[in-house]
């Protein structure tokens, strides 16, 4: 078994670290002649549009981001209407910018560089207004395409080594990368991008699914080359991240183990080359999962628990519980306004923010994520924190005590040029509120969950982050996900962060933009 050989996961972590000096002696510079399309177009394949109007759920967005699971004690099947929905608001394009050289097509959640390189997948029963089948989504002209037709989830329901929440699925969404769509610009690390940009695709989604009452759940345990095969990807430059169950109660699909006719279907060519990284290769392929009782075994290691004790280390610091804002304070704009609205900040205000306010933001993002990899409490990720200006805390570092539902201080300081620096010297880092850094313990994770728990720590923060960055639209406020010198960090909250590893980064603040128009 590939996946419990971790030394794969530590080689693909620390040979894609950034630090100074490498960034220094990297030659890699971006050939916009070569650009990648940010979208994967099949050339023959009839589009089935999607519907133009698309109704509000209504639901305050801070509601939506932290809800729980939606029940499942009844039957809850999505429409193509809803399903159309959750699509938009997950990746769908919001906003169009024009430049000298083209046209840029943002999506709903952000992504890094822009370069857009994971497309949405449904496989479904028949539904009311959908017949079954496998689906491509295409952002650029809102419209699903047959790859197949009639009901596959049955693969789905091996390949998840039977996962409850898939086998009575009405409507599964699968999350897959186009490696090269990121690689043109990030090179080796985008393996890693793939999560991060998978996970602010996920918090939305969760959230549009959550604000219909539809269940949801994030699934990552499976037969890479099952699902690969059903999607029809090219296992050299595509890989499939993640699996969401959609709805509840089904009929159970028939799970017939005939052999899938292949896929031959042609896609237009993404750029005039490609360039192949080996490094993001190995990494996927090391932590692939090849059999179902592979799959079985390996979410059997979910039932220990106990992944959150990290949370309960103290450093004898001081302790600022978060503050509980009134529920009539709550902003009450919908998940859907708040989605459209989003961006990434470009400039941040270096004004403070109210503690209440980061406290909305911490609250709401952490209050769990139903996923295979997780159980009630669970978590890979720590929480850091370098403020600048939050009112009525003092600037420093700080953990979040998920426990406690407070910060503690580790260290008392300005570290606007320190946060900066961490954050590759660009301006956002050191210009923000505060910065929230997800560090994870690898060697408990990959002890656990083998190389596959790379895949579980990068999306749980990434997830987190997401609803990060909606929690701050939803305040008024701005968020800018970033990169960041991995080893840096580590040092900068050693003693207590030493031995863990850098998953996410995200900035928080007042946008100068959001400023003037006040
Ligand atoms: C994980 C992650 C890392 C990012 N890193 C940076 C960064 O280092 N610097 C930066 O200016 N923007 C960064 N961004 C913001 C992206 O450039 C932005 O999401 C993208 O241009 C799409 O724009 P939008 O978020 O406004 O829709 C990052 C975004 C994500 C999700």
Not at 302 to 316: E, V
Request: proline share 5%.
């Amino acid at each position: 078994m590939k996946n419990r050989e971790i030394d794969a996961a530590w080689a693909y972590h620390n040979g894609t670290k950034h630090s100074y000096q490498r960034i220094r002696a990297n030659p890699h510079y971006l050939d916009f002649d070569n650009q990648p399309l940010p979208f994967k177009i099949y050339a023959e394949l009839e589009l089935r549009a999607l519907p133009a109007h698309l109704s509000s759920s209504g639901m305050p967005s801070l509601a939506a981001i932290s809800a729980a699971d939606a029940r499942r004690d009844r039957q809850v099947t999505p429409t193509r209407q809803t399903l159309a929905e959750i699509l938009f608001l997950s990746a769908g394009v919001t906003r169009r910018r024009k430049y000298p050289g083209g046209e840029i097509l943002f999506r709903a959640a952000a992504c890094t560089g822009a370069l857009y390189h994971i497309d949405l997948y449904l496989v479904c029963a028949d539904l009311q207004d959908l017949p079954a089948g496998v689906y491509h989504f295409s952002p650029h002209d809102f419209a699903l395409r047959c790859l197949r037709q009639g009901d596959f989830r049955g693969v789905l329901t091996r390949a998840s080594g039977q996962e409850p929440s898939v086998l009575d699925a009405p409507a599964i969404l699968l999350c897959a990368s186009t490696f090269w769509r990121n690689a043109w610009k990030y090179q080796a690390r985008a393996y890693r991008h793939c999560y991060w940009d998978n996970g602010t695709i996920l918090a939305n989604l969760l959230a549009a699914a959550a604000a219909r009452a539809l269940p949801a759940k994030v699934v990552i345990g499976f037969v890479d080359a099952a699902i690969g095969a059903l999607l029809g990807l090219d296992s050299k430059r595509e890989a499939a991240l993640s699996l969401v169950s959609l709805g509840c109660g089904a009929a159970r699909p028939v799970l017939a183990s005939v052999p899938l006719e292949p896929l031959v279907l042609p896609t237009e060519p993404l750029s005039k080359t490609e360039v192949d990284y080996p490094a993001i290769r190995a990494m996927h392929e090391a932590s692939s999962l090849e059999s179902e009782d592979e799959v079985v075994q390996w979410r059997s290691a979910n039932d220990i628990g106990g992944l959150a004790q990290d949370d309960r280390s103290s450093s004898g610091g001081r302790l600022f519980p978060l503050q509980a804002p009134r529920d009539d304070d709550a902003p009450s704009e919908t998940i859907e306004d708040v989605i459209v609205r989003r961006g990434s900040t470009r400039q941040f205000a270096r004004e403070s923010i109210a503690f209440g306010q980061l406290s909305i933001m911490l609250g709401r993002a952490t209050r769990g994520i139903s996923a295979d990899f997780l159980t009630a409490g669970d978590s890979l990720n720590q929480l850091y924190l370098i403020v600048h200006a939050v009112d009525d805390l003092q600037p420093g570092a700080y953990i979040y005590r998920r426990d406690l539902h407070a910060l503690e201080l580790l260290k008392e300081g300005e570290f606007r040029r320190e946060a900066g620096d961490l954050g590759l010297g660009q301006d956002i880092p050191a210009d923000c509120s505060v910065n929230v850094y997800f560090l994870a313990d690898l060697h408990r994770a990959l002890d656990r969950f083998g190389n596959r728990g790379y895949r579980a720590a990068l999306l749980e923060a990434s997830i987190m982050g997401g609803k990060l960055y909606l929690a701050a639209y939803a305040q008024g406020l701005g968020a800018s996900g970033l990169t960041f010198f991995d080893d840096d960090v580590t040092e900068f909250f050693s003693p207590h962060a030493a031995g863990k590893s850098v998953m996410f980064l995200i900035a928080l603040g007042k946008s100068v933009k959001r400023k003037s128009q006040l």
